[in-house]
């Protein structure tokens, strides 16, 4: 059972890792003068699209998601839209932790906004999946017992270096190298820091998979 | 209580500190006066023959041309015809080389030597004035950059030349308004090889054919731009030189005969391009000097100077052209411009070498000897070797003078002497660090850091030490410090304060590293038996947790300039990161939530009260950034319009807005402040403190409304009133100052906030909890009083206790009981009252605006302590809490740290230009006699968020004891009758846990400052070479440190507050317990 479930784990991450390569790859192929950097929103919203599409499908098919106490389809739905809505307060509470991180709050909304929505799908689109729409649970997860099973701990590390990717990613801002992903010193909170997010995420994720 | 321990703990920390700066920054910033006196042509130079020097014969030439070129190193000028693969730096101009061959008369190429720091604007300060800039030339004027000193371009003006300008914009900065015609090119972006170049290629033919001028001075800065964008060592160099060598060939082709010119590179550049620092590959430049008619009376020859100092071009110069030598210079002339003695009145004209020579020699004899007489910081045994030789010189020139023979060559040989030993001694008092200073400064900082963590680690062991505290130390520093002081007399001959000090520190620093050794043994055994490895590993784990990671992530931004330019936003950044920290951590934890609701519903409620704090904390973090000013580094920046002074602004309905909006937010500081201080009752009593609590924090605030209101109108809009105006804005502020003084006095005398009510009735225990008779006049509802005022039932336990516990027996019913109103609060309140009072005072000294800024600053402090309330209050409730009052990491950087926010948030920045001088001018708008009192003004300006973060450091203690829950701790400390809040009479109870507490929180303050100095400090070592260092890292390393003096400083009075507080409180017990047993 338990070695099941690690494996499950392992292929879930490999499939969306795999997902986030093919939708750089893909475009790159397919959209004439696509690059990470040129058109780094296009580049965001392939990948967080991609992400969402197949998190959502993998823990769906694999069934991770808490059972649910009636099967009636309104309960369903009301389940659905419920995260759906959850969905997108995240987003706007993401944009709203950016812009007090000192990201323009109009200026260059749509960057942060999509920087949001990256987020999102790489945090609360899993804590969806996995705990369904649940704040409490959500809260109970994130504290040191918390963790029930080796899903809750997997949620625990990908969400946590997520963040923190996402946070190094503003350390070289204010540097004066003059690149072109430097946007510019005033703009503290970036979309390129998906680099560090993941090789991080991937990292600690496998890093401390291998004791369990 | 032992406060005494605790202080003078501090001031040892404190002082090893300061110890430490002061050698580092002895040895790293070179200072010197600025004699602000001017030469002219009538001076008469002692001893003369009573006609004046400087303009007395005909000037060689009538124009010059002097074209700098930056960063032209020697290296770059030679020419050398068997080098047949030159790299892209070498050969590339040979005209110079060309000219030297067909020309020998007309042109000389030496190397010029620059004096560090090899940065632009001191090397134009130092071939203008002739003298040794440093880093800070104490002058009378700091706001502007302009040079005041005596110099070349001033002297030209004087005498009528014309003196055009093109090329490198920090000219008009260092000379403003002193050119004939100025056509400066913006130099600041680094990486713009050509906009300055092109833009002087554009004008400088047609204004050399034109006849609209007597000096021409053009700066190119492409050379330094392509050396610090690529290096020397690159195919741009050799384009730019190439391109350098057409400039000067045109130039010698358009030459006049009487037109000399100067062609020089004012530093040299090391092999990655950068200068600043004092390597011969920064330090040696080009110089050129050419003429179309004959200057030289001979070839070179072998006897000639190899090497020009940089000084040195400025009597030539000034000699040549027929103007006064700058007063300041300490150059010689350069003798082979000048003939021999015997052929004056030949072709050639001008000066002999023998007068120019003594000229020069008078006029630097007149410059040392006013210097001394200003400054103390030449040795005083070279200084009167200098004068015996000049006055042996001067007789024996008068002699030859006299007798009119031929003079020695001796007598040239000597004078020159002469000057070049006068200018090694100024230039190794002002112009050459001390690496041996600096690194004793850095070692005994990095040692005081040490200390000052093992202190906070250890402080309740260094409480528990019964022998006596800091005596020991202070006597073998003192010892070591007098020996010290001895050796060096005996060796040198004089004393250098710097070094005495460093011993006593040393010495003092090591026999506690000694006792604290001896102190441990215990600590260490129990764990290091186990397992010395893992502790070791557990220690680092230690270390690295975020509340320590944050500071270490400041500390390394320090050491990068970029960093350090956008350091108010990095630091926001940072704290904010830290504050998100803290219920996140929590959570992990598992405090934040309880797990079942219904046994703590208090706990639900204070994790409610913790996120709103935080909300507020986040929000007024956010808003903070919108004060923030710009320093000239950031290009595209808009200082916030908050920072002008209302005066300022002509749209008088804008005007009325802002004043408005900055009365509401004083309004709503000083009610904040009161309506805590009347939420716990503490304004009942009448004793000093309430005092001026009631009335002189309103009368204040009141004052410093009317003050903005009469120093923001416009002076032509009433004439009638113009008198009163003029003296409101004299009287108001100064009794705003008045206020504020005796407000602090009368809370320092009278600390005391507690109302105590005597009840006759003869209650026993169990009728106490009821509601009081008595209600606070502050209108609040009996049950918030029953909650928060309380009636002080503690006393009446404690008595009771104590009763048993000494004279034992006597009854505990049938005894007058005693209630004491705002007891719980008695140690914060004073320590809140304080610095609000501050809060108010240090307001006066900024603009209007800053009142919002102000009021963020209170609600951010405000926001802070209840997180940490409420963090405790939630480990607590839990059985998680550590014990004692200790105060962890989290909060304390928090705080600290948001000192350096608020620093830019009140609109300051890391640099000289952006003091804010008007505060010296609030309650004395003629100006001042003295230099004390502006400087207080501008600092208490200038640092005003440490001082109130220093001042507020104790209410991180005693913070979480205002805001306990009931019940959660009472248990444990006072048994059966747990459920009575005795808040910060729990301090009592522990005098020793107190004290140990105290200083653990004051030693994790100055820790966490003393690091960032230390960083800085580290910074401006390491990267004294760095192009930056003058700019961004020296000033960061000032305020940095000047930063820390004050944190210190007010850190210790503010413990000394609470210390005075605890002495007031035992005086009263003692007078209440007799009173009571009656």
């Known amino acids: 059972m338990w070695d099941h479930e690690i494996k499950a784990m392992a292929s879930t991450h490999a499939i969306i890792t795999a997902s986030v390569f093919m939708a750089t790859v893909i475009p790159a192929v397919f959209v004439p003068g696509f690059s990470v950097y040129g058109t780094h929103l296009l580049w965001v919203y392939a990948v967080s699209g991609t992400v969402t599409c197949v998190s959502v499908a993998i823990f769906w098919l694999l069934g991770i998601s808490p059972p649910t106490k009636k099967h009636t389809l309104g309960y369903k739905l009301s389940r659905l839209s419920r995260s759906c809505l959850y969905f997108f307060l995240s987003c706007l509470f993401f944009y709203t932790v950016v812009v007090l991180y000192g990201a323009p709050l109009i200026e260059s909304a749509l960057e942060t906004f999509s920087l949001s929505v990256l987020l999102t799908s790489l945090t609360t689109l899993r804590c969806l999946c996995v705990l369904g729409p649940n704040v409490q649970t959500w809260i109970r997860v994130f504290s040191r017992h918390g963790a029930m099973s080796v899903w809750d701990t997997c949620l625990q590390i990908t969400v946590a270096c997520t963040l923190i990717g996402a946070w190094v990613g503003a350390f070289p801002i204010p540097l004066d190298w003059d690149r072109p992903w430097q946007v510019s010193s005033s703009h503290r909170k970036p979309t390129y820091s998906d680099w560090n997010q993941w090789t991080f995420e991937l990292l600690f994720s496998f890093h401390h998979l291998q004791p369990v | 209580m032992k406060g005494t321990r605790v202080l003078s703990l501090l001031l040892w920390l404190c002082l090893m500190y300061f110890v430490g700066i002061y050698l580092f920054v002895g040895g790293f910033l070179l200072v010197r006066m600025e004699v602000n006196r001017t030469s002219t042509c009538g001076d008469i130079l002692e001893p003369g023959d009573g006609s004046g020097d400087f303009c007395g014969s005909q000037p060689r030439f009538r124009r010059a041309v002097l074209i700098i070129i930056d960063a032209l190193k020697i290296d770059f000028a030679r020419f050398d015809p068997s080098n047949t693969a030159p790299r892209p730096y070498e050969n590339k101009i040979p005209v110079l080389e060309e000219t030297l061959s067909s020309r020998p008369l007309q042109s000389r190429l030496y190397t010029f030597r620059a004096d560090p720091p090899t940065t632009t604007m001191q090397r134009i300060k130092g071939f203008t004035t002739g003298s040794l800039p440093t880093f800070v030339d104490v002058g009378n004027n700091f706001a502007s950059s302009a040079i005041l000193e005596d110099n070349l371009i001033q002297q030209f003006g004087k005498t009528g030349k014309r003196v055009v300008f093109m090329g490198d914009d920090t000219w008009e900065s260092l000379f403003p308004k002193k050119f004939h015609r100025s056509l400066p090119f913006p130099s600041f972006n680094v990486k713009d090889l050509h906009t300055v170049d092109n833009g002087i290629l554009q004008h400088l033919y047609t204004t050399m054919m034109g006849d609209d001028w007597d000096v021409l001075v053009a700066h190119f800065l492409g050379v330094d731009h392509c050396g610090h964008r690529f290096g020397p060592d690159h195919p741009a160099m050799a384009d730019k030189l190439t391109q350098m060598d057409s400039v000067i060939r045109s130039v010698i082709d358009r030459l006049q005969n009487d037109t000399l010119l100067v062609l020089m590179g004012d530093h040299g550049m090391t092999d990655t391009g950068d200068h600043g620092g004092e390597s011969q590959k920064e330090t040696d430049a080009t110089l050129f000097l050419y003429s179309p008619s004959p200057i030289f009376p001979a070839p070179l020859s072998q006897t000639e100077p190899d090497v020009v100092p940089q000084t040195d071009l400025v009597p030539t110069l000034a000699l040549l052209l027929g103007v006064p030598i700058p007063y300041s210079s300490v150059g010689q002339v350069l003798l082979p411009l000048f003939s021999p003695h015997g052929q004056t009145g030949s072709a050639v004209g001008g000066l002999s070498q023998l007068e120019a020579l003594w000229i020069n020699a008078k006029q630097v004899n007149r410059f040392l000897e006013t210097y001394s007489s200003m400054a103390k910081d030449i040795p005083p045994e070279s200084l009167s070797q200098l004068q015996q030789e000049f006055s042996r010189l001067s007789s024996e020139y008068l002699l030859t003078a006299r007798e009119s023979r031929l003079p020695s060559s001796h007598l040239v040989s000597a004078l020159q002497a002469y000057l070049t030993s006068v200018r090694d001694i100024c230039r190794a008092t002002w112009a050459r660090f001390n690496p041996v200073k600096m690194a004793a400064g850095l070692v005994l900082l990095a040692s005081v850091c040490l200390v000052c963590f093992l202190m906070s680690e250890l402080s309740p062991a260094l409480m528990r030490e019964k022998t006596a505290g800091l005596l020991a130390p202070l006597v073998v520093a003192l010892a070591v410090g007098a020996c010290a002081a001895a050796a060096q007399l005996l060796t040198r001959g004089y004393v250098e304060t710097a070094w005495c000090l460093a011993a006593g520190a040393f010495s003092s620093e090591i026999l506690f590293f000694w006792r604290v050794c001896r102190l441990s043994p215990p600590a260490v055994t129990k764990n290091g038996a186990k397992a010395s490895k893992l502790s070791r590993w557990l220690v680092l784990r230690r270390l690295l947790t975020p509340p320590l990671m944050v500071p270490l992530l400041r500390c390394a931004s320090l050491l990068s300039d970029s960093y350090v330019i956008a350091e108010g936003r990095v630091i926001t950044f940072l704290v904010l990161s830290l504050v998100i920290y803290i219920p996140i951590h929590l959570n992990w934890n598992g405090l934040l939530l309880p797990p079942s609701p219904d046994p703590l519903k208090s706990a639900g409620k204070e994790s409610g009260i913790l996120l709103a704090c935080l909300g507020v904390l986040i929000g007024s973090m956010y808003l903070s950034l919108s004060f923030h000013g710009c320093r000239e580094e950031q290009g595209f920046c808009q200082p916030s319009p908050f920072l002008s002074p209302l005066s300022r602004l002509q749209d008088s309905q804008l005007k009325n807005l802002y004043y408005i909006l900055s009365v509401i937010s004083l309004g709503v500081f000083a009610y904040l402040l009161r309506h805590c201080l009347c939420h716990y009752g503490n304004l009942n009593s009448s004793g000093g403190a309430v005092f001026t609590a009631r009335w002189i924090l309103p009368l204040l605030s009141v004052c410093l409304a009317l003050h903005w209101a009469v120093s923001a109108t416009p002076e032509d809009s009433f004439r009638k009133l113009s008198e009163l105006i003029r003296l409101a804005q004299l009287a108001l502020p100064r009794a705003a100052f008045c206020l504020l003084g005796l407000g602090l006095c009368l809370i320092w005398l009278d600390p005391l906030t507690v109302f ?230 729990r301090l009592r109870e522990n005098p020793e846990q107190f004290s140990s507490a105290l200083l653990q929180l004051s030693a994790r303050y100055l820790f966490i400052h003393g690091v960032q100095v230390f960083s800085s400090v580290c910074a401006a070592a390491i990267l004294r070479r760095h192009l930056m260092v003058w700019k961004v890292f020296a000033p960061k390393l000032m305020f940095e440190a000047l930063g820390f003096l004050v944190s210190s400083t007010v850190l210790l009075i503010g413990v000394t507050l609470v210390l005075r507080v605890d002495m007031a409180v035992s005086r009263w017990f003692k007078r209440l317990i007799p009173d009571a047993a009656r």
């Open chain 2, 756 to 985: 105590v009510k005597a009840r006759a009735t003869s209650s026993s225990r169990s009728s106490a909890p009821a509601l009081p008779r008595y209600r606070a006049s502050t209108g609040i509802s009996p049950q918030a009083e029953l909650r928060h005022l309380i009636p002080q039932i503690y006393h009446r336990m404690r008595r009771s206790l104590e009763d048993g516990e000494l004279s034992g027996g006597i009854e505990a019913d049938n005894r007058p009981t005693v209630e004491a109103y705002g007891l719980g609060t008695v140690y914060s309140a004073p320590v809140l009252l304080f610095w609000g009072m501050l809060g108010v005072g240090l307001l006066l000294l900024h603009p209007e605006g800053m009142a919002l800024s102000f009021l963020l600053l209170l609600l951010e402090m405000g926001a802070l302590l209840h997180i940490h309330a409420s963090s405790v209050n939630l480990s607590g409730a839990h059985g998680a809490s550590t014990g004692g009052f200790t105060v962890p990491w989290a909060p304390i950087v928090v705080w600290s740290l948001a000192a350096t926010q608020f620093f830019h948030a009140t609109g300051h920045l890391p640099t000289f230009p952006s003091i804010q001088w008007g505060a010296a001018f609030v309650g004395f708008p003629d100006g001042h006699t003295g230099t004390f009192l502006p400087a207080l003004l501008v600092s208490l300006n200038t640092f005003a968020s440490h001082i109130l973060f220093a001042v507020g450091c104790p209410l991180l203690l005693l913070w979480p004891l205002v805001r306990e829950v009931r019940g959660s701790r009472g248990g444990r400390a006072c048994g059966e009758e747990g459920e009575d809040a005795v808040m910060e009479m």
